[in-house]
């Protein structure tokens, strides 16, 4: 597995994966804003096919904030997820933003699993 920047190619296999991971879509509109605004994006790709992504920002002087993290259903619980939090959590330590925010439903109990395993909550 490897984690790199997501380029434009990536944004419709980006939104595959979106849509069969959440009932709400950013949609193509927002992943190509973001892209373009230079947001963190990057993506994780195993056997040279693109497995999830992840989305972060600077929300104010030293917070960071995830905005979106997923994985495409067939290619769960291999550590992508994990890699791709780790590789933001290093930007936003280079960055000096000690603090990192998230949302996430209650209801949703897999990536608050996840995220407890980073102690973010
Ligand atoms: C949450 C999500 C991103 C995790 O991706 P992943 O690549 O499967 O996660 P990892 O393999 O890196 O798992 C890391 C840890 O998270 C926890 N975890 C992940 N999936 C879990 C599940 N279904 N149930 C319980 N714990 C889970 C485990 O502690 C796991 O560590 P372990 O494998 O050593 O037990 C993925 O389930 C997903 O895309 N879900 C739909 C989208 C979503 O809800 N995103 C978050 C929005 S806030």
Known sequence: MKIR?????????????????????YGMLMFQKLLDIGAGFLVCEFNDIVIGYIL????????????????????RCL????LLLSR???????????????????????PIEFYKSFVLL
């Open 5 to 25: 920047e997501c380029r434009q190619e990536d944004l419709d296999r980006v939104l595959e994966i979106e849509n069969m991971s959440f009932d709400e879509s």
């Open 79 to 82: 550590g992508a997820a994990t």
């Open 88 to 110: 933001a959590i290093l930007g936003f330590k280079i960055a000096n933003q000690e603090l990192v925010t998230l949302e996430v439903r209650e209801s949703n109990t897999a």
């Open 56 to 75: 972060f920002w600077i929300k104010n002087e030293g917070e960071g904030h995830i905005i979106s993290i997923a994985v495409d259903e067939k290619y």
